[in-house]
């Protein structure tokens, strides 16, 4: 249950039981089909790496193998809004997500990548969550925003960065934010806080540029960000906590990029403002580091 629990936690990049189990409660909250279907999408990718050869036991149980996974549950209930095609989608994607994490992994081993030391990250739900949202588009049934009451610009505030932090796990709710939040932080104060700053940065930036107000408050202009923040802040740039600042800072301005680029697009955008920003951040860090290892830079 722990490499589950895991799993659930590697979705915010990071690696403990008990974030993954508040982020599942705050699922459950909103919805506990939506909860079962998460959980269930860890198990099938978490049983299906066993048979793989890229992600060894270690990895599995530190839930490598899960994320993905828990991620096409949630977008497949959102995708369908009732529990017998979000299942059956569930299934599915999850499969074919677990043989695209093995492709991308062996992908990202060949010697021309491996150098940049890539993540795979959350492509494996975006590509998989992807194509069944595309061609399910015709018969998926349409669910309009609620608007909400922006005239409070505190609760705008208050909504938009929580739900920055809840619509990562494709979730709309302000409780859910605060127990995800409470469990980055039980994980590592370090990502609890970029968590927070990346949600912060994304809605002022958001606030500053975008005239949809629904979406902005509902967080679905700002998730991308939170990611962003703790992978390039703290989890995978190292160094100095200004080089980790300035890495989350480029990452959040690209995001802002793929997101505009992606919106004129008819792919779904999931979290590919996450995925792509971050990287070329650790490409762009990789071939500096070593032009200054060789004396290029300055030269």
Not at 220 to 241: D, E, K
Request: charged share 10%.
């Amino acid at each position: 249950m722990a490499a589950l629990l895991n799993g659930l936690s590697q979705v915010f990049i990071t690696t403990n039981p008990w974030t993954g189990l508040l982020i599942l409660i705050g699922v459950g909250l909103v919805s506990v089909p939506m909860a079962s279907l998460v959980l269930l999408g860890a198990v099938i990718t978490t049983a299906a790496a066993r048979a793989g050869h890229t992600l060894d036991r270690d990895a599995r149980a530190a839930g490598l193998a899960g994320y993905n996974g828990a991620l096409i549950g949630a977008a497949s209930f959102m995708t369908w809004h009732a529990y017998g095609p979000a299942l059956a989608t569930t299934i599915l994607g999850s499969l074919a997500g677990a043989t695209i994490t093995e492709l991308l992994v062996w992908l990202f081993q060949k010697p021309a990548i491996s150098r940049f030391s890539l993540p795979v990250l959350t492509a494996p739900f975006c590509i998989a969550s992807g194509i069944i949202a595309m061609l399910g588009s015709a018969y998926a049934p349409s669910s309009p925003m609620p608007p909400l009451d922006a005239s409070n610009p505190l609760l705008t505030a208050v909504d938009s960065i929580l739900g920055n932090i809840s619509e990562v796990i494709l979730v709309d709710n302000i409780v859910t934010g605060l127990l995800i939040l409470a469990g980055l932080t039980i994980a590592s104060w370090k990502i609890g806080l970029a968590a927070f700053l990346g949600a912060v940065g994304e809605f002022l930036i958001d606030l500053l540029t975008s005239h949809d107000i629904d979406k902005l408050v509902h967080g679905l202009l700002g998730y991308s960000g939170v990611l962003v923040t703790i992978a390039l802040g703290v989890v995978f740039v190292q160094g100095s906590w200004k080089r980790r600042t300035a890495a989350a800072a480029l990452g959040l301005l690209v995001s802002q990029g793929v997101a505009v680029g992606m919106s004129h697009t008819q792919i779904p955008t999931y979290t590919w403002p996450f995925i792509i920003p971050t990287w070329l951040v650790l490409i762009g860090l990789s071939l500096w580091d070593k032009r200054t290892e060789s004396g290029q830079v300055g030269s």
